[in-house]
């Protein structure tokens, strides 16, 4: 059983920086595309960085620049560190793991949440 606990969301002023972490387990995490969605109150959940296990990264656009995902195969874990955070940025951050040679949909595992929430 494919298990994503995320770590490290909160509340921080506009402009400061926040990190979160997802520990994986339960799958080949070396193979797995991981991935970092966000859903904000009510919206639809929306893809916010992506990393393959070549490690190629893509961003929404509006996150380019400020945020950088990254991960370390020997902790099973993905990493999101996010600068220069925005109000718009509040939402419900998810791991997302998935499996080499799938698309997606329900090959795809996620993690619980964590609240970020950026206040002006």
């Known amino acids: 059983q494919v298990q994503l606990v995320e770590s490290g969301g909160g509340l921080v002023q506009v402009g400061g920086s926040l990190r979160l972490s997802c520990v994986v387990s339960?799958?080949?995490?070396?193979?797995?595309?991981m991935g970092w969605y966000r859903q904000p109150s009510g919206q639809e959940r929306e893809m916010v960085a992506q990393i393959t296990r070549s490690e190629t990264t893509v961003y929404r656009d509006s996150v380019k620049g400020r945020f950088t995902i990254s991960r370390d195969n020997a902790k099973n874990t993905v990493y999101l560190q996010m600068n220069s955070l925005k109000v718009e940025d509040t939402a419900v951050y998810f791991c997302?793991?998935?499996?080499?040679?799938?698309?997606?949909?329900?090959?795809?595992?996620w993690g619980q949440g964590t609240q970020v929430t950026v206040y002006s």
């Open positions: 339960g799958t080949t995490f070396s193979d797995n595309t």
């Open positions: 997302n793991s998935r499996p080499l040679g799938s698309g997606g949909g329900d090959n795809d595992s």
